[in-house]
């Protein structure tokens, strides 16, 4: 089993709709989560970052956390054609072995 | 600023070759890591160099190494390729040790093709 399991998609989505993409992880010791935006050709691009349980908002986006059901979310809100990339979870494991771990990524496409 | 500069941007080897791939971090970066990125397992993490010295490691072969210059500039050697080893191979900088409060920078690639 992988520590962070994330659905590959494709997702596809009329532009304006709202926007769930989802990773569950099975390690409880990850204390750090973060989402990552690839477009195509590119590298990833942080977007947007947290620690605690509960949601945190940066414009169109919102990051949910849920650590006792192991489950966190991206939500986008107004979804827009350039909203379309692959969208990546990633958990950061800390305490003398300090690594980052991703998910496989959603590719996600929102439609005119 | 210039962001991180990875080339080749694309290579083609042969099994049983060895390949070269190297990372230009973003001026000030000391710590620069790499990742191997497939359709099937997505980014894993390779290494990670801080001041010339290999900080941390991911469950690689031992066929995959790095080194790290005193400029900061990084190298990641694979030898004796294996058709696996076909995979999207992305660095990333960041100021310092990568930790959960440090943004980490991407370059775009060098896309890797053994056949």
């Known amino acids: 089993q992988k520590e962070v399991e994330q659905d590959p998609g494709p997702l596809s989505v009329p532009e304006g709709a709202i926007v769930s993409l989802n990773c569950t992880y099975s390690?409880?010791?990850?204390?750090?989560f973060m989402w990552y935006r690839q477009y195509s050709r590119k590298g990833p691009e942080l977007l947007m970052y947290t620690y605690s349980s509960g949601n945190k908002e940066d414009g169109r986006f919102t990051a949910q956390v849920d650590k006792s059901s192991k489950y966190i979310s991206l939500f986008i809100r107004d979804s827009q054609p350039s909203d379309s990339a692959t969208y990546l979870c990633a958990m950061f494991l800390s305490g003398g072995y300090n690594k980052l771990i991703f998910g496989a990524g959603t590719r996600l496409a929102v439609h005119p | 600023k210039a962001g991180v500069t990875q080339t080749p941007r694309y290579l083609i080897k042969t099994r049983g070759q060895q390949v070269t791939l190297s990372c230009s971090p973003i001026s000030g970066h000391r710590s620069v890591s790499w990742y191997q990125q497939t359709p099937g397992q997505g980014l894993q993490f390779l290494f990670e160099?801080?001041?010339?010295?290999?900080?941390n490691k991911g469950n690689f072969p031992g066929r995959f190494s790095g080194r790290q210059f005193s400029n900061s500039r990084s190298e990641m050697n694979v030898s004796t390729l294996e058709l696996g080893d076909s995979a999207l191979y992305l660095c990333a900088s960041s100021k310092i040790i990568q930790g959960p409060n440090t943004e980490a920078f991407f370059g775009q690639g060098t896309r890797l093709t053994v056949v």
């Open positions: 390690n409880s010791a990850f204390q750090y």
């Open positions: 160099y801080f001041s010339e010295t290999q900080r």
